[in-house]
């Protein structure tokens, strides 16, 4: 309950006198400022049973406000009455406050007209608790039948989550965006320090810049003036292009020839035809293995070819084994001579 600050709610403060109390200090209240009163109370203890709003001390709600008065008129009031008193000057430093939204209609027919409350949000909550005292049921801040009902504000932690997240967003996006410009021109960051450049480094930039001053020159007197950038378009390309060529007389054959309606192949390299990586038909996916198998037969039969002309007869039939070799005597009868003159040769021995 604490950090809700329920507290603030349930005082007397913001609430309206009883009738005793505004004969004793000669105050008179309308019975529609009453009703307002009531009306506004319910309000805020019907918004406090929804546990994520609280009361924020530091943050009044002023209601009756006269539609004449601007968002200047009631920062002004409220810190006059921060500073004790509503008729006296107050000073920049005192009573100084974070906000005040003087809120407004949004409809379009109504051309953006008050609707009567305004919310201050003051830097320090004794401040505030010292406007409320001060403006609450004054009888001369606005009007003597339509006094100024001042309260504490009830905030919702969920939506001031979503502001405080949004800030910290469109602050970093600042961050980044001043960096970006940085890197952009060059210049060091606040924290980075700066290393020494050499001389022809410094008049390497010196003349980008000079470029870059001269490319927006150009710019802004096209901008001012467009005939001359007519003009100086109509003359380059009038400078650049080639000079017409005579037609050639073609010979009365081709001239009553028709006109070709098909596609012509322009010269140069976009319209240059790309020969195939390969001759012959396409070779598909499917037809990978039997065109192989085609390709190993047509290298035999031109190796058998290769063969005939150079007199080699390489012929082999299906299934034949290879043949024996035949006997020949006279090479037995040689081997047995050898043998026997050598067992003669060791009897001697």
Request: proline letters at 5%; charged letters at 35%; a positive charge.
């Amino acid at each position: 309950m604490s950090h809700r600050r329920i507290f603030f709610a349930c005082s007397r403060e913001p609430f309206a006198p009883s009738a005793t109390e505004t004969v004793a200090l000669g105050q008179e209240i309308s019975e529609q400022d009453r009703t307002r009163r009531q009306h506004f109370a319910e309000l805020k203890f019907q918004k406090l049973k929804n546990m994520e709003n609280f009361v924020d001390p530091s943050k009044i709600v002023i209601h009756n406000i006269p539609k004449s008065y601007s968002e200047e008129d009631v920062h002004l009031l409220a810190r006059k009455a921060a500073n004790g008193d509503i008729k006296m000057e107050v000073g920049k430093r005192r009573s100084k406050t974070e906000s005040c939204h003087l809120m407004r209609s949004t409809d379009p027919e109504e051309q953006n007209q008050s609707l009567g409350f305004a919310f201050i949000k003051f830097q320090n909550a004794a401040d505030a608790m010292k406007a409320l005292r001060v403006l609450n049921n004054h009888p001369t801040a606005f009007f003597d039948d339509k006094r100024p009902i001042v309260e504490f504000a009830v905030e919702n932690a969920k939506a001031l989550k979503i502001l405080a997240d949004r800030h910290e967003r469109n602050s970093k996006k600042i961050e980044l965006r001043k960096k970006m410009d940085a890197m952009s021109m060059n210049e060091p960051e606040p924290g980075q320090i700066q290393k020494r450049k050499r001389p022809w480094q410094i008049a390497r930039e010196e003349r980008k810049k000079k470029r870059r001053a001269a490319r927006l020159e150009e710019a802004n007197n096209d901008d001012v003036h467009p005939e001359r950038k007519i003009k100086a378009t109509q003359a380059h390309t009038q400078k650049n292009k080639p000079a017409p060529k005579e037609p050639a007389v073609q010979p009365a054959a081709e001239q009553d020839k028709p006109e070709y309606a098909g596609i012509a192949v322009q010269r140069g390299i976009a319209g240059q035809l790309k020969r195939s990586k390969h001759t012959g038909t396409k070779i598909r996916a499917r037809d990978r293995g039997k065109i192989t198998l085609q390709r190993q037969q047509e290298q035999k039969i031109k190796r058998k070819e290769n063969l005939k002309k150079l007199s080699v007869t390489v012929k082999k039939e299906k299934g034949a084994k290879p043949k024996e070799k035949k006997e020949d005597p006279g090479f037995d009868s040689l081997v047995a001579s050898y043998k026997s003159k050598i067992s003669a040769g060791l009897k001697l021995l």
